[in-house]
């Protein structure tokens, strides 16, 4: 694909000529006389670059600069001038233009200049796209489900998102409480600034309050510089501080403070430091009645859950089972480069079966899993953990039969049902396993 060059000048003569030198570099040339055919040409074409003379029959170029990069950031923008001037050039790049040449005395600069110009505007492109594709990562478009309960949830978590709000999001262990954080965040008017996450369980009270507020050199053995924290890092953008009912008390005072006055002091320092974060919060305690109990700050949760979502559990949106694991079937045959395609109706009706402990990350790393161990195109009940089996569960642990049994399929399980490695691991005969198998009517 040839990249799109916009030269707009009134000379006709000039501009030809300039359009077909630019041409023979490579480029498709669009060419415009005036600020009015120009816009017209913006809308109609994805430019790259604009090379645009100062002086125009309809508007100085030096202004218009500015309002092609208000409307057009991408592509960038080289002023031409017949008689250039210090005050003009200033002026034209404090608008946004790339570079302000003079025509005639720079003539031999005019195609690197677009060459180096065409590498920032590619970059810009980059970035954006790259950008876009977290952003759709991210959004609420691609939370997958169909169940009442999901999408009552999605709704609520769509409305606050164009909020400021403080959100407390309550919800099982593995039930998708921080994809709900990014959606928030990415589908918010702070989603070109930074999301900063946290788990609050997963560090001691000293290096938590640290990594939160930063700290100053010296402040404690080990400080030897000044420390962001990352309520710094994320002025503007979003903090999402997982397993907040993990706070140490003596921390939650502090992020109250915070909450309250949008203020803190590093570790360390005395002065304050004044920031502008939104907080997401997630538990999967009661946090009422911790604070009722006098675990928690009372008036904490009361400030982190002005808006409070409770995602619900797999075990609450069964209905979703099937579109999660082909979603997962697909991403992890894809990754591991195996040619499973379809899961099998037992597969499926065992997995609607199962109390899902761990939620959605229990059953994607059963499904990668499975995929990493399926030799066919499909995924059969051969293929799930040992423990899906009914009867283990509720097997009597002091029946040596039982255990006898439950262990034998475990193994076989383990073998993707090959006998003779079976035998071998259970460190039997081969005729003593089918003998077993037969008695305990596994055949």
Same mark, same amino acid.
């Given at each position: 694909?040839?990249?799109?060059?916009?030269?707009?000048?009134?000379?006709?003569?000039?501009?030809?000529?300039?359009?077909?030198?630019?041409?023979?570099?490579?480029?498709?040339?669009?060419?415009?006389?005036?600020?009015?055919?120009?816009?017209?040409?913006?809308? #109609?074409?994805?430019?790259?670059?604009?090379?645009?003379?100062? &002086?125009?029959?309809?508007?100085?170029?030096?202004?218009?600069?500015?309002?092609? %990069?208000? #409307?057009?950031?991408?592509?960038?923008?080289?002023?031409?001038?017949?008689?250039?001037?210090?005050?003009?050039?200033?002026?034209?790049?404090?608008?946004?233009?790339?570079?302000?040449?003079?025509?005639?005395?720079?003539?031999?600069?005019?195609?690197?200049?677009?060459?180096?110009?065409?590498?920032?505007?590619?970059?810009?492109? !980059?970035?954006?796209?790259?950008?876009?594709?977290?952003?759709?990562?991210?959004? *609420?478009?691609?939370?997958?489900?169909?169940?009442?309960?999901?999408?009552?949830?999605?709704?609520?978590?769509?409305?606050?998102?164009?909020?400021?709000?403080?959100?407390?999001?309550?919800?099982?262990?593995?039930?998708? &409480?921080?994809?709900?954080?990014?959606?928030?965040?990415?589908?918010?008017?702070?989603?070109?600034?930074?999301?900063?996450?946290?788990?609050?369980?997963?560090?001691?009270?000293?290096?938590?309050?640290?990594?939160?507020?930063?700290?100053?050199?010296?402040?404690?053995?080990?400080?030897?510089?000044? %420390?962001?924290?990352? *309520?710094?890092?994320? $002025?503007?953008?979003?903090?999402?501080?997982?397993?907040?009912?993990?706070?140490?008390?003596?921390?939650?005072?502090?992020?109250?403070?915070?909450?309250?006055?949008?203020?803190?002091?590093?570790?360390?320092?005395?002065?304050?430091?004044?920031?502008?974060?939104?907080?997401?919060?997630?538990?999967? !305690?009661?946090? #009422?009645?911790?604070?009722?109990?006098?675990?928690? !700050?009372?008036?904490?949760?009361? !400030?982190?859950?002005?808006?409070?979502?409770?995602?619900?559990?797999?075990?609450?949106? &069964?209905?979703?089972?099937?579109?999660?694991?082909?979603?997962?079937?697909?991403?992890?045959?894809?990754?591991?480069?195996?040619?499973?395609?379809?899961?099998?109706?037992?597969?499926?009706?065992?997995?609607?079966?199962?109390?899902?402990?761990?939620?959605?990350?229990?059953?994607?790393?059963?499904?990668?899993?499975?995929?990493?161990?399926?030799?066919?195109?499909?995924?059969?009940?051969?293929?799930?953990?040992?423990?899906?089996?009914?009867?283990?569960?509720?097997?009597?642990? *002091?029946?040596?039969?039982?255990?006898?049994?439950?262990?034998?399929?475990?193994?076989? $399980?383990?073998? $993707?049902?090959?006998?003779?490695?079976?035998?071998?691991?259970?460190?039997?005969?081969?005729?003593?396993?089918?003998?077993?198998?037969?008695?305990?009517?596994? %055949?």
């Amino acid at each position: 694909m040839l990249r799109k060059v916009l030269l707009i000048d009134d000379e006709d003569k000039l501009r030809t000529l300039m359009a077909r030198i630019i041409t023979l570099e490579g480029f498709e040339v669009i060419q415009a006389a005036d600020c009015k055919i120009a816009l017209k040409k913006l809308e #109609q074409y994805d430019v790259d670059i604009i090379l645009c003379d100062v &002086k125009l029959p309809d508007g100085n170029g030096v202004t218009f600069v500015k309002k092609i %990069k208000e #409307q057009y950031p991408i592509p960038e923008v080289i002023l031409l001038t017949a008689y250039g001037n210090i005050s003009d050039g200033v002026q034209a790049i404090k608008n946004g233009a790339f570079d302000y040449i003079i025509k005639g005395d720079d003539n031999d600069k005019i195609i690197p200049l677009i060459a180096k110009a065409m590498e920032k505007s590619l970059l810009q492109r !980059r970035v954006l796209e790259l950008e876009a594709k977290i952003a759709g990562k991210f959004s *609420f478009r691609s939370i997958i489900g169909k169940s009442d309960a999901i999408k009552e949830v999605i709704n609520l978590a769509e409305k606050v998102a164009k909020t400021d709000t403080t959100v407390l999001l309550l919800g099982e262990t593995g039930s998708g &409480k921080e994809v709900f954080a990014n959606a928030i965040h990415y589908e918010s008017k702070r989603a070109n600034k930074k999301f900063v996450a946290i788990n609050c369980s997963a560090l001691s009270k000293e290096l938590l309050e640290s990594e939160l507020f930063g700290h100053k050199a010296g402040a404690f053995t080990g400080a030897l510089k000044d %420390k962001k924290g990352l *309520f710094e890092e994320a $002025h503007l953008g979003t903090l999402f501080l997982d397993e907040i009912g993990e706070l140490d008390i003596d921390l939650q005072a502090k992020l109250l403070r915070v909450l309250e006055t949008g203020t803190f002091i590093k570790v360390g320092a005395t002065e304050t430091i004044k920031v502008d974060v939104r907080i997401i919060a997630a538990t999967n !305690r009661n946090l #009422q009645k911790e604070a009722e109990e006098n675990r928690f !700050r009372l008036d904490l949760f009361y !400030r982190l859950s002005v808006f409070s979502i409770a995602i619900p559990s797999l075990n609450q949106r &069964k209905e979703d089972i099937e579109l999660l694991a082909d979603f997962y079937l697909k991403e992890f045959a894809a990754k591991i480069n195996q040619g499973v395609k379809k899961i099998s109706p037992d597969f499926l009706k065992e997995l609607k079966a199962h109390q899902w402990k761990g939620n959605v990350r229990e059953l994607k790393n059963m499904i990668e899993r499975a995929v990493i161990l399926a030799s066919a195109d499909e995924l059969d009940s051969s293929l799930l953990p040992w423990e899906f089996n009914k009867s283990y569960s509720n097997l009597n642990a *002091f029946d040596l039969q039982t255990i006898e049994k439950q262990h034998i399929l475990k193994v076989l $399980h383990h073998t $993707h049902q090959n006998k003779t490695e079976a035998a071998r691991l259970l460190n039997i005969g081969l005729t003593t396993l089918y003998r077993k198998l037969e008695e305990y009517g596994l %055949k």
